[in-house]
């Protein structure tokens, strides 16, 4: 089992189908710190989403946010997903064709907001103008 706030393996993502699994899922993710992601069934298929609320650690910069954009938006493009929504604070992507590949994709995105969020925290976001006299480098 992963350490609280830890990227989640596929496997032991959450299938939040039932509201109470939905439910129990995020006051879990609430009570470590972490960042909340789960599959549901949407239908015949799968739904991934993602929820930065659930943790207490500061959002993931807009800037860094486009990356997360770039992928959804290739899944997309590849017919992974007809539909990808991403916000400052959550993502979500349907529908999907399998159980497994709903997981893969639910990790890949948990374990790329928490290193962008780690990474936000190690080394915050610099002014515009550089610090130093003459603004040159």
């Not at 496997?11 to 909340?36: Q, S, V």
């Not at 709903?102 to 976001?125: D, K, M, N, V, W």
């Amino acid at each position: 089992m992963p350490k609280p706030g830890m990227p989640i393996q596929a496997a032991l993502i959450p299938d939040c189908t039932e509201p109470e699994a939905h439910r129990a899922a995020y006051r879990t993710a609430k009570a470590n710190d972490a960042i909340f992601v789960c599959i549901a069934r949407h239908g015949q298929r799968w739904k991934v989403q993602l929820d930065v609320m659930a943790s207490r650690k500061p959002y993931v910069p807009e800037q860094a946010m486009a990356v997360l954009q770039s992928a959804a938006e290739a899944l997309v493009l590849d017919g992974t997903v007809e539909q990808a929504n991403i916000g400052a604070d959550y993502i979500s992507m349907w529908p999907i064709e399998t159980e497994e590949r709903a997981r893969e994709i639910g990790a890949a995105f948990h374990a790329a907001i928490y290193g962008l969020q780690l990474l936000h925290i190690a080394a915050p976001s610099q002014p515009v103008s550089p610090p130093w006299p003459g603004g040159g480098r």
